[in-house]
């Protein structure tokens, strides 16, 4: 696919040393990044910046009534997004992290309202992808890393996919190459000491419940 000239993102490969810093750097000043991870491509902005959050909604074309989840790199930056740990989730932790598991947290009463969409939680994970771990380090610890797509299609698992949808709107590219098939992350709440399932994914209910038994 030949891109217009004029088109304001650029692409960069993960072949490159110095893609992660370039990345962090583009999510650091406000601006938008689409990067690998394990299941899709996902669009990267700073989860703390209200005017990043705001742009990344518009080109998604995604109601505000749906929170993003975020990634982190490591479990030491729970602490900056959620007020608590809760102990059921320990051993899921331990086991599925870093992988396509979700939790979802009591959120910090701190956090931008889009990031939560006023539910008052948020939903984390580490990715076991290379690329999105170590542009999320190189980021501060923490990024968004909500599906790139426009709301209600497919995730982009392609760079043609992702050109096609915003390449006049997102300011990066980070080119991992075609990601093959993969379901999206699996989401878990808890409750009264009991897990919920939000969403099935990649990691089946069936894994989580002989881990938990």
Not at 66 to 82: A, E, F, N
Not at 132 to 148: D, K, M, Q, Y
Not at 161 to 176: A, C, M, P, R, Y
Request: hydrophobic share 40%; proline share 8%; glycine share 6%.
């Amino acid at each position: 696919m030949k891109r217009r000239e004029t088109s304001r993102c650029r692409i960069i490969t993960i072949d490159r040393p110095d893609y992660s810093r370039d990345a962090a750097a583009v999510i650091r000043s406000g601006g938008i990044a689409a990067i690998p991870t394990e299941t899709s491509y996902g669009l990267a902005v700073d989860p703390f910046n209200d005017q990043a959050l705001k742009q990344l909604f518009e080109i998604k074309q995604r109601p505000s009534s749906k929170p993003v989840l975020v990634l982190i790199d490591d479990v030491q930056h729970l602490s900056r997004l959620t007020i608590t740990t809760p102990a059921i989730y320990q051993p899921l932790i331990e086991r599925y992290w870093p992988g396509p598991l979700t939790l979802i947290f009591p959120a910090r009463p701190t956090l931008p309202s889009l990031l939560t969409a006023g539910t008052g939680t948020i939903g984390v994970r580490i990715s076991s992808h290379q690329a999105a771990t170590e542009i999320c380090s190189r980021a501060g610890g923490a990024i968004t890393a909500t599906s790139a797509n426009i709301s209600g299609q497919r995730p982009a698992r392609k760079v043609t996919d992702l050109i096609d949808s915003f390449e006049e709107s997102i300011d990066l590219i980070v080119d991992g190459g075609e990601l093959g098939p993969a379901p999206p992350s699996t989401v878990l709440a808890y409750r009264d000491d009991r897990l919920l399932l939000v969403r099935e994914g990649s990691i089946a209910l069936a894994d989580i419940n002989t881990l938990q038994s």
